[in-house]
């Protein structure tokens, strides 16, 4: 699971059949239905990423997308958020984070071992320890439709965006913080438990934030273009 949730972040149009032929050795044959029926447990198919993190519920209100064409100029005009899915030696767990999309500043992520909206709730409440968007995006999951979820934007005053179905593009910017968190922490280490895991996602999104210079950013960090004045916040409650 872990080697399919690897190749299908470089290459995520490849189906079963390439996949299967990609990650088979002489030594190691791996068997296209052995690949589908893990691509089921994943919930991943291909074109798109969608480990489970994007079940929609029909009774939930659909919010049109209101990002295209518009310019990004500032922090806090735009946070999206989402969730992706995080291979363990024993399972899996689901992580979700917000971020501001002028800045690629983290404002805040929280992991789960649901995928239960409470956890999504922690981390929208616990981004706005830095502020308040304009507009929020995020994908069709239920997590980001459910009232629980949707009345609080509404109560803030927020303008509430949502993806087109199956369109990664959408929100590119915190699909491409996936890829990074990813092939720059998760496979780089064995983080066994989840209290490794989170002390190793902690650490990394303090170096993404702080130290890592960003090319799209002219090569500041994401800490320095949200806000070059502020305390360093707290990136997570």
Not at 107 to 136: K, M, V, Y
Not at 157 to 176: H, K, L, Q, T, Y
Request: with cysteine.
């Amino acid at each position: 699971m872990r080697r399919i949730d690897e190749q299908h972040l470089k290459t995520p149009f490849y189906g079963s059949r390439r996949l299967a032929q990609v990650l088979s050795t002489p030594r190691l044959p791996i068997n296209r239905k052995h690949v589908q029926r893990l691509m089921r447990v994943m919930d991943i198919e291909a074109i798109y990423p969608k480990p489970r993190t994007t079940d929609r519920d029909e009774n939930h209100k659909i919010y049109p997308y209101l990002l295209r064409n518009l310019p990004i100029e500032r922090p806090n005009q735009v946070w999206s958020a989402d969730i992706t899915y995080i291979p363990m030696p024993s399972g899996f767990m689901y992580l979700v984070a917000v971020i501001d999309w002028y800045s690629r500043f983290v404002l805040s992520w929280q992991l789960s071992n649901t995928l239960d909206g409470t956890f999504c709730i922690e981390a929208i409440e616990a981004a706005r320890e830095h502020g308040q968007p304009e507009i929020f995006n995020s994908d069709q999951g239920v997590q980001f439709t459910s009232r629980a979820m949707t009345s609080r934007w509404e109560s803030w005053g927020v303008a509430i965006s949502m993806d087109g179905r199956g369109r990664a593009i959408d929100n590119v910017f915190i699909e491409r913080l996936w890829w990074s968190v990813k092939y720059e922490s998760i496979y780089r280490h064995a983080f066994d438990t989840v209290p490794l895991l989170d002390r190793g996602l902690q650490t990394y999104f303090e170096f993404y934030c702080y130290e890592r210079p960003h090319q799209a950013l002219a090569y500041r960090t994401p800490a320095k273009v949200y806000s070059r004045r502020r305390k360093r916040p707290k990136i997570r409650s």
